[in-house]
């Protein structure tokens, strides 16, 4: 255990050393703080042009145009983005070490190659962590410090629900764990592919094509796509929206959570398969 712990603090050593493992940071901020400028000076026309059909049914009173709103908005243009931010990282684990020839001096220490495995995958899950936790910082407490609180009017394609601000706080923290399963997936699934080539552009390029490929699946309504779309982790990394409904759909939320966890289990099975027995030559 405490050997695994060493090499858990040496992989985050190596992390924090690599200035492409802060522009997932750099990035987050910049968007964020760019999104909460333009809503600050513009939001309330653009909101009140996009419901303004409402206000012909309803009658809206209070402040709907506030932290909750505008955490909500940033959350769907970034989450898409995130995943090339954790591929950069967790897509060099093993493959930036083959690259340089290190892999091969710390495959001669004195630990198992699954223990240097386990010891890069946490790694990869706390620089995760805490670029989600990152982001709910300014995107959800930023945005509240500076637009207050309020109700929430998420607008949908079918109709509208309204979540009351009470009842929202928890909805957030949800939707932050589901995202972090959704890049846990993605980081594992780069972490398989980097154990299997000693390039480390490589898994970070594939990652992304398959994600593009697999959200373009996604969006087609063909026959034959709409059998392959529930297999497609990217189907389920969006599932965090409906934790917005009312009622909450538990039993699709619970599928795609465990869908997802058995994505992660699958990609870290195959890797540990593979890196265990692999031919170490550089």
């Known amino acids: 255990m405490e050997s695994l712990l060493t090499l858990v603090q040496l992989e985050l050593y190596k992390i924090v050393t690599k200035p492409r493992s802060?522009?997932?940071?750099?990035?987050?901020?910049?968007?964020?703080l760019l999104v909460?400028?333009?809503?600050?000076?513009d939001g309330k026309t653009y909101w009140e042009f996009v419901?303004?059909?409402?206000?012909?049914t309803f009658t809206i009173n209070g402040t709907i145009f506030n932290g909750n709103l505008v955490c909500?908005?940033?959350?769907?243009?970034?989450?898409?983005?995130?995943?090339?931010?954790?591929?950069?990282?967790?897509?060099?684990l093993i493959s930036g070490e083959s690259?340089?020839?290190?892999?091969?001096?710390?495959?001669?220490?004195p630990v198992s190659r699954a223990q240097i495995l386990l010891a890069k995958y946490i790694a990869g899950a706390i620089y995760t962590v805490l670029i989600i936790l990152w982001l709910g910082l300014i995107a959800y407490g930023l945005s509240l410090l500076i637009f207050g609180h309020g109700d929430l009017i998420v607008l949908k394609s079918d109709g509208m629900v309204i979540l009351r601000d009470a009842d929202v706080a928890w909805r957030f923290v949800a939707a932050?764990?589901?995202a972090f399963l959704s890049l846990m997936v993605v980081g594992t699934f780069s972490l398989m592919l980097s154990c299997f080539t000693d390039n480390s552009i490589g898994p970070i390029i594939i990652t992304m094509a398959v994600i593009i490929l697999f959200t373009i699946i996604g969006t087609f309504d063909i026959p034959i796509f709409d059998r392959i779309k529930p297999f497609l982790f990217t189907t389920h990394m969006i599932v965090w929206r409906n934790i917005f409904d009312n009622p909450?759909?538990?039993?699709?939320?619970?599928?795609?959570?465990?869908?997802?966890?058995?994505?992660?289990?699958?990609f870290l099975g195959i890797s540990f398969y593979h890196f265990t027995r692999k031919d170490i030559q550089n």
């Open 22 to 32: 802060f522009i997932g940071f750099a990035a987050i901020t910049a968007i964020v």
């Open 36 to 41: 909460q400028f333009a809503l600050y000076i």
């Open 51 to 56: 419901t303004q059909s409402l206000e012909q």
């Open 72 to 92: 909500f908005i940033i959350l769907q243009m970034l989450l898409v983005q995130m995943p090339l931010m954790i591929a950069l990282v967790t897509g060099d």
């Open 99 to 109: 690259a340089t020839g290190t892999i091969r001096l710390i495959a001669t220490k």
């Open 176 to 178: 932050f764990f589901v």
């Open 248 to 266: 909450i759909p538990k039993e699709q939320i619970l599928q795609s959570v465990i869908i997802l966890i058995l994505h992660i289990a699958g």
